[in-house]
C-alpha cells in the first residue's frame, strides 16, 4: 500500500512541476506572455507588415506583430458574392449537376468568386495578439494538383501571395500530377504572379 502511495506521490509531483516549467504550455509561459519588454524608442501601431512593432521578451529574442493590419481593414471593406466565407445566392438556371461532375465542387460558383475574396478570420481570439519572432525562415511551398479547376488554383495562390510576407515565400511550386485538361490560362497567370514572387511549373 505505501509503495501504491509512493507511486502516486511521484506522479503528482511530475505532473505539477510538468504544469508549471513545461514551455508553451506551461505557467512559466504565461508568465513571460505578460512580461513582454517594449524598447524605449516611441512605437505607433503598425499598418503593414514592413512596420510591425516589435517587442524583446524576458530571454532577449525580439518577437514582431506579423499583422497587416491594412490588408485586415481592406478586406473587412470588401462586398459581393461569397465574400467573408459568404453562401453564394444561386438562382433556378444556375443549378446544373454538370457543374460539380468535373471537380467534385461547383465550378460555376468559383468561376464567379473574386481570385482575392476575403476570408472570415475563424483563429481564437487569444491567437490574434500572439507576436513570433522578428527573424524567421522562408519557406517553399508546393501544390500538387490534378485536373483542377482553375479559379479555385489561382485563388489559392492569390491567398498565399497576399496574406503571406515577402520574405517568407521563397518560392511557390505548382506541379501538375499528370492533368489532362491543357495547361491553358497559365501564360496570362504566370506573368501575373512572377512579378510577386518566384512561381514555378511543373508538369509530369
Not at 485586415?72 to 445566392?89: C, L, T, V
Not at 501544390?143 to 479547376?149: D, T, Y
Request: net charge neutral; aromatic share 10%.
Amino acid at each position: 500500500m505505501k509503495r501504491k502511495q509512493k507511486r502516486f506521490l511521484q506522479m503528482t509531483l511530475l505532473f505539477t512541476a510538468a504544469l508549471i516549467f513545461l514551455p508553451d504550455i506551461g505557467l512559466w509561459s504565461l508568465y513571460k506572455e505578460k512580461h513582454l519588454v517594449k524598447p524605449a524608442e516611441p512605437q505607433t501601431l503598425p499598418l503593414g507588415l514592413g512596420d510591425g512593432q516589435l517587442f524583446t521578451w524576458t530571454d532577449g529574442l525580439k518577437r514582431k506583430d506579423w499583422h497587416d493590419y491594412e490588408s485586415i481593414q481592406k478586406d473587412a471593406m470588401r462586398s459581393g458574392k461569397g465574400e467573408h466565407g459568404k453562401p453564394y445566392p444561386l438562382t433556378e438556371e444556375d443549378h446544373d449537376d454538370s457543374a460539380y461532375r468535373e471537380n467534385g465542387f461547383n465550378i460555376f460558383v468559383s468561376n464567379n468568386i473574386a481570385l482575392e475574396r476575403s476570408l472570415p478570420d475563424i483563429r481564437h481570439p487569444n491567437c490574434k495578439h500572439k507576436v513570433y519572432l522578428e527573424k524567421l525562415p522562408n519557406t517553399s511551398i508546393i501544390i500538387p494538383f490534378h485536373n483542377e479547376g482553375w479559379t479555385s488554383l489561382l485563388r489559392t495562390i492569390h491567398s498565399i501571395i497576399n496574406r503571406t510576407p515577402d520574405s517568407l515565400i521563397a518560392e511557390i511550386i505548382l506541379v501538375d500530377d499528370f492533368s489532362d485538361r491543357g495547361n491553358r490560362g497559365w501564360g496570362i497567370s504566370g506573368r501575373i504572379f512572377l512579378g510577386h514572387t518566384s512561381l514555378h511549373f511543373c508538369w509530369k
